[in-house]
C-alpha cells in the first residue's frame, strides 16, 4: 500500500569565529534551534496533521526524515586541546568572517601564497563539527555527517572559480549538509537513505563561501496490514538524569540550555537559585499518537538524578494498518514532576517493528543504557525491559 512520508528540513546560519567560545556557542545556536521549532510547530499542530507534533519529544524523533543545512561555521581546529587560539580582541570584535576584505583579496600572489600552504596542513581530523559531534556535543542520537569530499569551501577569495583561500582565515568546511532517519524499523537506519552527490559548486564566484549541494534517495518503509490489540509492560527499569540538566533555571520554561549575550562574548545563564533535583516519573508516549489507546505513566521516584522501577507501567496499542505497526515508535519521556506542569526531561526512542520482532515468543526486549535525549543533546540513560503481554485481534 501507501506510505506516508514526513520529512523536515532546517537551515540555519550559526555563530561565526575560531575558537572554543565561538564553536560552544554554536552548539547552544543548534540546540535553541531544535528546541524553538518543536515548540513552535507543536503550538500549531492541529487534527489535519497524519500525527500532531508533540511538544515533549524532538522533531528528529517523531518525522521520518530530517536535514540541516547551512553556513555551520564550525572551523578546523588549529590546536589538538581544543584551546582557543591567540586572538586580537579588537579584531574579533571588528572583523566579521563575512566581511569583503576587498583590500586582502587584491593581493592575488600572497593569497595563492597562502593558499598552498593552508592546502597541506589542513586535516579533516581537526574538524570542529566532527569532533564535537564524537563528543555528543551536538547533533546526538543518529544525525549524519557526510564526509566532504571537496575541498574547505571557506574562506575564498572572490572572483575565482578555484578556491583561493583568504589568508586572514584558517580554510575550514564551514557549509555543511547533515541528515537524521528515524530510527524505526529493524534494519539500520542508513538502509532507508541513499546519498547520490555531494559536491561543492566552484563556478559561483560572487561569494567569500563555496557553495554546496547533495542528492539524496530516500525509501519509505513498506506498509503491511495489520489490525491488532497489544498489551505491553515496561519493567526493571534503571533511569539516571546527567547532572548538567540542573543548570537550567527552574523558574524558566526555556530549555534550550541557551548561551546568551551578544555574538562574540557569550555567557551562562545566571542561576536565580540553588537548582534542586527532579522528581521523576516515566511517560509513554508514541508516534504517530493514535497507536496509544490511553495515557501511561510510572509511579513518582524521591526527588534524585537517579529512579528505578520493577513494575513500572502496563500500556495498550493499537496497531490498526500497516503504517502504524511498520513505522510507528515508542517513545519513554523521563519527566520532572515537581511542579503542576510536568517538565519533560527527555526520551528514549524505539521502534515498535524492532520490539515486537524481539518478543515473537514471549520473550522480553531488552534495553541496556539507551540514550535520553533533549533538542538531540544525550542528557541521561535508562535501562530496562518490554515484554508483550497479550495479543488479540
Not at 578546523?76 to 582557543?84: A, L, P, Q
Not at 505513566?297 to 522501577?309: I, R, V
Request: proline share 6%; glycine share 4%.
Amino acid at each position: 500500500g501507501a506510505a506516508h512520508v514526513s520529512l523536515a528540513f532546517f537551515s540555519a546560519h550559526l555563530a561565526a569565529h575560531e575558537g572554543r567560545t565561538f564553536r560552544q556557542r554554536r552548539n547552544s545556536d543548534v540546540c535553541e534551534i531544535f528546541s524553538g521549532c518543536r515548540s513552535e510547530l507543536a503550538s500549531k499542530s492541529s487534527a489535519a496533521l497524519r500525527s500532531p507534533i508533540s511538544p515533549a519529544l524532538d522533531l528528529s524523533s517523531q518525522l521520518d526524515f530530517c536535514f540541516f543545512v547551512g553556513d555551520l561555521n564550525y572551523r578546523v581546529m588549529t590546536t589538538t586541546n581544543g584551546d582557543d587560539p591567540v586572538v586580537d580582541e579588537a579584531t574579533v570584535n571588528n572583523d566579521d568572517d563575512d566581511d569583503d576584505d576587498e583590500a586582502d583579496d587584491d593581493d592575488e600572489e600572497a593569497n595563492n601564497d597562502y593558499n598552498d600552504t593552508a592546502l597541506a596542513s589542513i586535516d579533516f581530523l581537526r574538524d570542529e563539527l566532527s569532533l564535537e559531534m564524537a563528543e555528543n556535543r551536538v547533533f546526538c542520537n543518529g544525525w549524519i555527517a557526510p564526509l566532504p569530499p571537496f575541498p574547505p569551501t571557506f574562506k575564498v577569495v572572490r572572483g575565482y572559480q578555484r578556491c583561493v583561500y583568504n589568508k586572514k582565515r584558517i580554510p575550514s568546511w564551514c557549509d555543511r549538509i547533515l541528515f537524521k532517519v528515524r530510527d524505526n524499523t529493524s534494519n539500520s537506519r542508513n538502509s532507508r537513505v541513499s546519498l547520490l552527490d555531494f559536491d561543492y559548486i566552484p563556478q559561483i564566484k560572487s561569494s567569500d563561501h563555496k557553495p554546496i549541494r547533495a542528492l539524496f534517495e530516500i525509501y519509505p518503509s513498506p506498509v503491511r496490514p495489520l489490525v491488532q490489540h497489544e498489551t505491553w509492560r515496561i519493567q526493571d527499569v534503571d533511569l539516571i538524569i546527567d547532572t548538567n540538566i540542573l543548570t537550567l533555571d527552574d523558574d524558566d520554561d526555556d530549555d534550550t540550555g541557551r548561551v546568551s549575550g551578544n555574538k562574540n562574548t557569550p555567557t551562562k545563564r545566571k542561576q536565580s537559585k540553588a537548582p534542586q533535583p527532579p522528581q521523576l516519573l516515566l511517560r509513554v508516549l508514541t508516534t504517530p499518537r493514535e497507536i496509544l489507546k490511553a495515557d501511561a505513566a510510572s509511579s513518582l521516584a524521591p526527588q534524585s538524578l537517579t529512579a528505578t522501577w520493577q513494575n513500572c507501567l502496563t500500556f495498550n496499542l493499537f496497531l490498526e494498518g500497516g503504517t502504524f505497526a511498520s513505522r510507528g515508535s515508542l517513545h519513554l519521556v523521563a519527566c520532572d514532576a515537581r511542579k503542576a506542569k510536568e517538565k519533560h526531561l527527555g526520551s528514549a526512542d524505539f521502534s515498535i517493528a524492532k520490539i515486537r520482532s524481539f518478543t515473537i515468543k514471549d520473550s522480553p526486549f531488552n534495553f541496556v543504557s539507551i540514550p535520553l535525549v533533549r533538542n538531540d543533546l544525550i542528557i541521561g540513560r535508562i535501562s530496562g525491559s518490554i515484554r508483550r503481554l497479550s495479543i488479540s485481534h
